[in-house]
């Protein structure tokens, strides 16, 4: 569920990484390699690690028991998504200082309309989901069917099987 959102962010990182570091004929003098292309490698460093402290489950799983309360791997895995995203931040910032000149030369100034225009589109969407999932409250809790929902079943399928209303079933006898 998270690698392809991950992947498809990073595709400009992926290329960018890729230029420096794998083809270094890319390299001119109007395109030297500076320093958040280092940020972006520990970045992808610490992403892999990340992937694989949470798939790995190490280390308790070399020692069970001992690793319960330090150093667990989900403990090691959300130090590593720290460090990853701080390395991430520093190479934005870098990447934002380094190329200011030419981003305040060829982009619009911000004004107040497209701005304004922006953050009122966002408030619309967030009011359309907030509408969209209050509408449906009123039918959850009068216990009207909602397509696809489980109203309407006795405990929604999580009844144990040999007990009625509750208790025991009880037998003709």
């Not at 069970?64 to 403990?75: A, E, L, N």
């Not at 305040?104 to 999932?133: D, M, Q, S, Y």
Request: hydrophobic share 40%; proline share 9%.
């Amino acid at each position: 569920a998270f690698v392809y959102p991950f992947l498809y962010d990073n595709i400009p990182l992926f290329c960018r990484v890729r230029g420096v570091c794998v083809c270094p004929r890319l390299l001119t003098p109007s395109r030297p390699p500076h320093d958040a292309v280092a940020g972006y490698c520990y970045h992808l460093l610490f992403a892999l690690l990340t992937a694989f402290l949470f798939t790995s489950h190490l280390p308790e799983r070399l020692a069970p028991g001992r690793f319960d309360y330090i150093g667990h791997s989900h403990q090691l895995f959300h130090v590593c998504a720290v460090l990853g995203t701080h390395f991430q931040l520093e190479a934005v910032l870098c990447d934002a200082r380094s190329r200011r000149g030419w981003l305040r030369g060829h982009l619009p100034v911000p004004g107040l309309p497209g701005t304004f225009g922006t953050a009122g589109l966002a408030l619309l969407g967030n009011a359309a989901i907030i509408g969209a999932f209050t509408a449906a409250l009123p039918c959850a809790s009068c216990g009207c069917p909602i397509p696809g929902g489980v109203q309407g079943q006795v405990g929604g399928g999580l009844e144990q099987p040999g007990l009625v209303g509750g208790g025991p079933a009880q037998g003709r006898g």
